[in-house]
């Protein structure tokens, strides 16, 4: 199950610091070198809609 070990090896990798970013309701994209299960763009995906970015779109320019 090397997908599964990949999600719980970045499972709460990535956090957002309080900062003067206005990214509430805002539009973000994350772009990623290559993707292979796409854990790491869902997990930080995740923690900038915590944050209140209202929509995170997704960038590769590789798959594995």
Do not use: C, H, W, Y
């Not at 990949?6 to 993707?35: C, G, T, W």
């Not at 209140?52 to 960038?59: A, I, M, N, S």
Request: aromatic residues 6%; hydrophobic residues 45%; glycine residues 4%.
């Amino acid at each position: 199950m090397p997908n599964l070990q990949r999600k719980l090896n970045i499972k709460d990798v990535f956090m957002f610091k309080d900062s003067q970013l206005p990214i509430l309701n805002q539009s973000i994209f994350l772009v990623d070198d290559a993707v292979t299960t796409g854990s790491t763009l869902l997990e930080a995906a995740k923690i900038l809609k915590k944050a209140g970015v209202q929509k995170v779109f997704g960038l590769t320019l590789a798959r594995d």
